[in-house]
């Protein structure tokens, strides 16, 4: 086990290096001259000249992303431009709002969609079944920025127990709290702030979990040991969760990690249309107002994370499927 | 044909996507109202039903909602159709290339996309939008760069597949080249799940052009866009919600419909679930 992690560590070195390559990029061929940004309409061409040269810009790309890299390794994204202020702090401050608000989701998203799919497949082809499979077909559909917009309009407007927008607490930090100090006070500020976001984000993987939870677990009752087990006289309910549901879960905790990524990605549009105060917002205020060392750290910053719980998911399922470590 | 038109959810996507196109080649002659026109005096008016002047209400400049949906849909069925087109025409060809020729070709096309994939993909299409600069255009080629990673998988391992397959075996003893072995004889094999895919890209690059647009990085005014729209809605969110919930609900109905029709193709393609 320990080999194939090694192993795996060592083959996500080249793609983290093409990662912050087509970073470093994406920074350098944004249109606009930074340096004349920074100094503004009224700078003489030697100011110019001079600053390039401080920055480094005016070596050759090659040159300049081994610069921008071997600083980047060491933990250092550069300055923001608008806020003056380094991009490694202005991300991490917010790095954990992100991941709460995505790990939040696919709490939600497993928590209902999983019951959602055993639900429909233990009344295969009945009206129930029918109805939720429609529902979540239109979850899947949904772009989930936009259930946000009609969350807010519809349910946020009217229920004054659910705020419109920003964080305010952390949902986990107050879970700490309620475990420890027995006040659950941080815990509800927290939830209350982390519904509707995590709902808006979620409720595409959540369609995604019901749909493959039922497909599964019917594939899985219909098998031999499942005959047997009723023929022993277990209760069908017993069954279907002891002996069907565990089998059946193998290929949803793999579909749960792949959807993790996309999270991420949606957490993008979600946090803005929430003021959610992470980093996908960071980098969208970002891109409107052109301050590119901000939206590189933001981009590289994610691209990480995601290549890492990337690399977590494919552990785990080493872990649970010894057959994936020999390959 | 026969199994297509069996499956009931690729006929409801058929006729969702069909209504759609209709909808947005006619758009202006079946739009109420001019969706440009502005009547101040009735802007943000809620939906009058069909009894009204403005079924869906109006905006904050009183143009027509309804009629802006309509006029709307050709955004974002075209910037879809193109990124899709354009996704599946290079998927294509680097899948079927990297799956024939093997080696350090297929190695250098599959780690490109893992670097693709090594991104969130609404993520990469904003950096890259926000970097080449935003419109219309540019969205097309984000989306369309997101979106070639899934081809050139299926395609690939299709292409694996179907090479080891006799009739390959029997073209290379006659003396055909490679190229027309995988072109005419190979790829034509792969039509199947390669529809299936392009299927499912459509819906995502539906959303995330409305995405894009919304974050003011896709189509720009005065071009009508769903995303567009609800991102206006946005500003109008206490006050005039149908702003948001309609344009929003022709962006579900479209990627339901062709959900709909990729999973009833695959589903078609794969003889287990045959009947179910």
């Known amino acids: 086990m320990l080999r194939y992690i090694i192993r795996r560590l060592v083959q996500m070195i080249p793609l983290l290096i093409g ?14 001259d930074p340096v004349r940004l920074l100094l503004g309409e009224e700078a003489t061409e030697e100011d110019v000249a001079r600053l390039n040269a401080i920055y480094g810009f005016d070596q050759p790309l090659p040159v300049q992303y081994l610069r921008w890299f071997t600083r980047a390794i060491t933990g250092d994204l550069g300055v923001s431009i608008r806020q003056t202020m380094p991009v490694r702090a202005l991300i991490f401050e917010r790095l954990g709002a992100t991941l709460e608000l995505a790990i939040f989701s696919v709490v939600i998203a497993v928590l209902l969609g999983i019951p959602v799919g055993v639900f429909a497949a233990t009344r295969r082809g009945s009206l129930w079944d029918y109805v ?34 920003g964080r305010d607490a952390s949902v986990f930090q107050g879970l700490w709290v309620l475990l420890t100090q ?59 969760l002891k002996h069907g549901l565990r089998n059946a879960l193998l290929p949803v905790i793999t579909i749960v990690g792949i959807q993790f990524g996309a999270m991420l990605g949606g957490a993008v549009v979600t ?7 992470g980093v996908g917002r960071l980098v969208v205020n970002a891109i409107s107002q052109r301050d590119f060392p901000l939206v590189q750290g933001g981009v590289l910053m994610m691209a990480v994370v995601f290549t890492f719980v990337n690399l977590l998911v494919d552990i785990s399922y080493a872990l649970v499927n010894p057959r994936i470590r020999y390959e | 044909m026969k199994y297509l038109l069996r499956s009931k959810s690729a006929v409801t996507g058929l006729i969702l996507i069909g209504i759609l196109i209709i909808v947005a ?70 899948g079927a290339v990297a799956g024939y020729v093997g080696g350090a070709v297929d190695a250098f096309i599959m780690r490109v996309m893992d670097l693709i994939l090594a991104f969130p993909s609404i993520l990469l299409a904003i950096a890259i939008v926000a ?53 005419r004889h190979i790829l034509i094999n792969c039509f199947a799940p390669i529809l299936v895919v392009a299927s499912l890209n459509m819906g995502t690059a539906i959303t995330v052009e409305a995405t894009l647009s919304f974050l003011g990085l896709g189509a720009q005014p005065p071009v009508i866009s769903w995303g567009r729209m609800l ?10 919600p149908h702003m948001t919930l ?12 062709f959900n709909l029709l990729g999973d009833g193709l695959r589903d078609i393609g794969d003889p287990q679930l045959r009947g179910r």
Not at chain 1, 19 to 32: E, K, M, N, R, T
Not at chain 2, 53 to 80: E, H, N, P, W
Not at chain 2, 133 to 159: K, L
Request: hydrophobic share 55%.
């Open chain 1, 19 to 32: 990662v912050s390559i087509i970073v470093f990029l994406l920074g350098h061929l944004a249109p606009g």
């Open chain 1, 132 to 165: 939720s499979m429609i529902v979540s077909l239109i979850g899947v559909s949904m772009p989930g920025f936009w259930l946000g917009l009609v969350l807010l309009s519809y349910v946020a407007l009217h229920v004054p127990w659910l705020p419109m927008f």
């Open chain 1, 182 to 240: 027995f006040r659950a006070d941080v815990f509800l500020t927290g939830l209350r702030h982390i519904l509707l976001p995590a709902t808006a984000l979620g409720v595409s993987m959540m369609a995604i979990i019901a749909r493959l939870t039922r497909s599964s677990l019917l594939e899985v009752l219909g098998k031999d040991y499942i005959r047997t087990a009723q023929a022993k006289g277990l209760k069908y309910s017993m069954v279907v």
């Open chain 1, 271 to 277: 946090e803005t249309v929430f003021a959610w105060p």
């Open chain 2, 25 to 94: 080649i006619l758009a202006e002659v079946i739009a109420p109202h001019d969706p440009y026109r502005m009547d101040i005096w009735n802007s943000y008016l809620a939906p009058e039903g069909f009894s009204g002047k403005y079924i869906l209400g109006t905006d904050d400049m009183g143009r027509d909602v309804l009629s802006r949906i309509l006029v709307g849909s050709r955004v974002s069925l075209l910037v879809a159709a193109t990124a899709t087109g354009v996704s599946l025409v290079l998927g294509v060809i680097l």
């Open chain 2, 131 to 183: 970097t080449v600069g935003p419109g219309v255009v540019n969205a097309m080629f984000a989306i369309a760069i997101v979106r070639i990673p899934a081809m050139v998988r299926v395609t690939r391992s299709m292409v694996l597949a179907l090479k080891e397959e006799e009739f390959v075996m029997a073209g290379q003893a006659l003396g055909l080249s490679d190229v027309r072995i995988l072109f």
């Open chain 2, 231 to 240: 991102a206006l809605g946005r500003e109008a969110i206490r006050t005039a």
């Open chain 2, 246 to 257: 309609y344009p929003g609900l022709a962006i579900v109905f479209t990627v339901l419909g």
